[in-house]
Nanobody, 126 residues
Framework: QVQLVESGGGLVQAGGSLRLSCAASGRTFSGYTMGWFRQAPGNRREFVAGISASGFDTSYADSAKGRFTISRDNATNTIFLHMNSLKLEDTAVYYC???????????????????WGQGTQVTVSS
């Protein structure tokens, strides 16, 4: 059974940092693009960052550029999201997912992704 488990969320003050992890099990995902999304209350789930199967190509939402870094360790089937300079508006539940459809190296469309984890809450306080 395919499973993604996110961890690393928590409460942090504005300007602080967190590192999120997403551990995949049930199959190897080294050949797949993977992504981080987030969803704040009342908002749609939005793309945050994506990383290609090789790890050489990454993509970020404008809100994440310069502050967040996505990485992956294919040996352990894990992806990470390093978040720096956190802002109040980064508060959300963060999800990882595997890209299952679409063309091109990267996709920001959540409909191209599947096997969503349960999410990890990130709360940024002032």
């Amino acid at each position: 059974q395919v499973q993604l488990v996110e961890s690393g969320g928590g409460l942090v003050q504005a300007g602080g940092s967190l590192r999120l992890s997403c551990a995949a099990s049930g199959r190897t995902f080294s050949g797949y693009t993977m992504g981080w999304f987030r969803q704040a209350p009342g908002n749609r789930r939005e793309f945050v960052a994506g990383i290609s199967a090789s790890g050489f190509d990454t993509s970020y939402a404008d809100s994440a550029k310069g502050r967040f870094t996505i990485s992956r360790d294919n040996a352990t089937n894990t992806i990470f999201l390093h978040m720096n300079s956190l802002k109040l508006e980064d508060t959300a539940v963060y999800y990882c997912a595997i890209r299952l459809r679409g063309v091109g190296i990267m996709s920001v469309d959540r409909r191209d992704y599947g096997y969503w984890g349960q999410g990890t809450q990130v709360t940024v306080s002032s």
